[in-house]
């Protein structure tokens, strides 16, 4: 994890909070381990001569540890009028991988007499894994000289009082026949200064230290070589144990699947020299399994119309597992013979025809409130239909949905040519499909034939139901 550089000193980051020194720089993680190599593969035919193969897989190399991350650095402050907070440290960096061993050679035999594998000395032993690196330790975050402090802050006020004044002026007015000294009078002023103080305690937090970083992960010991015998043969059979081929092609002509039988046993160090080096388990082949796959076109339309749909074929030995790829649908049984599998094709129809359907429209009102959908290729009764309807009525200035989900069957009348749904039938709010409400709705048909499914969606609406 990378930390972001942080230069804070005294400045200021919101209001009363301060950041103090410089975050440490993550540590650099350690070089990976270099896998070990493979032994070398070979085949070859016991004759009775000795020979001797080294077909040792190399150990890995170790991964190199990682580099500790720097602390924290300038990391002052003065305990002042605001919070303080420490710059972190930075992260140790992780162990590099230690190296996988690399196997050891495979080694196919062919052979006459068992008697003979004596004079052959065998080494083909896996590699080791190696050690991953070690994962390195944080920096050190900034740390607080103390936790908290407190400072005295003061401010002055005026405490003001206003007196009315009024003196003689030194001379006389006469006002109805009377003299008297003449006045002055206005308002006198004074303020005196009041000083008030509070304390603050303020408080500093320590960065975190850098996290330790993670060891790197051991390689992994390379597999020992494995040992294949064939009796009384020169060379393996081919095999053609899959393969992709279109509805087309597998309707011509039938294809052939081949695989190697094995069988796994125990005992190969006291068939050969005592010097080898080996597994005690071995395989030794059996034969070449075959079963043949082929399709029967039953279906009305025309083969090449459905060219792109595809088989794909796997064949374990035992059994051919298929799958159907393509967005075309069929309808197809299958009938496993001794050596051939028989896919004989019913039906078949191009995903255009199942998704031509169209909304019509509605037709009365509550209980007896219709929505129809036509279908255009007349292909309702043959398939399946999962029909989802979304209903909306409108209450003055909002819409409101008042049905969202799958439609059972028992409101649904399929025919050939056309799906209804019976509105009325559902439970939805009578209020909400009563005569002249405006409504809309959404509806999603889902098709399914055979192995392939498709959906169709169409809105419609705002509509007003009569």
Request: glycine share 12%.
């Amino acid at each position: 994890m990378k930390k972001l550089l942080v230069l804070l000193g005294s400045l200021a980051i919101t209001g009363q909070a301060y950041g103090f020194g410089i975050s440490g720089n993550n540590g650099a993680d350690g070089r990976d381990g270099f896998d070990g190599k493979n032994g070398e593969d070979i085949s070859m035919y016991a004759s009775g001569e000795m020979k001797v193969f080294q077909l040792n897989g190399t150990n890995g190399s170790n991964g190199s540890d990682a580099k500790y991350g720097s602390n924290a650095y300038a990391c002052t402050y003065s305990e002042g009028y605001g919070n303080e907070y420490g710059a972190d440290g930075g992260d140790g960096g992780d162990g590099g991988r230690g190296g996988d061993g690399g196997r050891g050679g495979d080694v196919t035999i062919f052979y006459s007499d068992i008697k003979d594998l004596k004079e052959i000395t065998i080494e083909n032993a896996g590699g080791l894994g190696a050690y991953g690196g070690k994962g390195s330790d944080g920096g050190y975050g900034c740390q607080c000289y103390s936790s908290s402090w407190s400072l005295e802050s003061c401010s002055t006020t005026e405490s003001c009082t206003t007196t009315r004044v009024c003196e003689d002026t030194g001379t006389t007015r006469t006002q109805d026949g009377v003299t008297a000294p003449a006045r002055v009078c206005h308002d006198r002023r004074r303020c005196t200064p009041v000083t008030s103080c509070s304390t603050d305690t303020y408080y500093c937090s320590s960065g975190s230290d850098g996290s330790q970083g993670k060891d790197g992960r051991d390689g992994v010991d390379g597999r020992w070589g494995l040992i294949s015998l064939v009796k009384d043969l020169k060379e393996l059979p081919a095999q053609f144990p899959k393969g992709t081929y279109s509805v087309l092609e597998l309707s011509k002509k039938e294809v052939l699947l081949s695989k190697r039988i094995w069988e796994t046993k125990i005992g190969a160090t006291s068939l050969f020299s005592k010097q080898s080096v080996i597994n005690d388990s071995y395989r030794e082949f059996v034969r070449l399994a075959t079963k043949k796959f082929k399709i029967v076109w039953n279906a009305s339309a025309s083969v090449e119309e459905f060219a792109s749909n595809k088989f794909e074929l796997e064949f374990d030995g035992n059994k051919i597992i298929m799958k159907d790829i393509g967005q075309d649908f069929l309808e197809y049984d299958v009938q496993e013979l001794e050596d051939t599998v028989v896919v004989t094709v019913a039906k078949a129809f191009k995903k255009e025809e199942l998704t031509k359907l169209k909304i019509e429209g509605t037709k009365g009102h509550s209980k007896d409130l219709v929505i129809t959908i036509k279908d255009k290729a007349s292909l309702s009764k043959q398939v399946m239909n999962k029909v989802k309807l979304q209903f909306v009525h409108r209450s003055w200035f909002v819409w409101y949905v008042v049905y969202d989900k799958e439609v059972p069957s028992h409101a649904l009348t399929i025919t050939d040519d056309e799906i209804k749904i019976h509105v009325g039938q559902l439970d939805i709010l009578p209020k909400a499909i009563k005569r002249r409400k405006k409504v809309r709705f959404t509806v999603k048909v889902e098709r399914s034939f055979g192995n392939n499914k498709t959906e169709t969606e169409e809105f419609f609406g705002p509509v007003k139901l009569y």
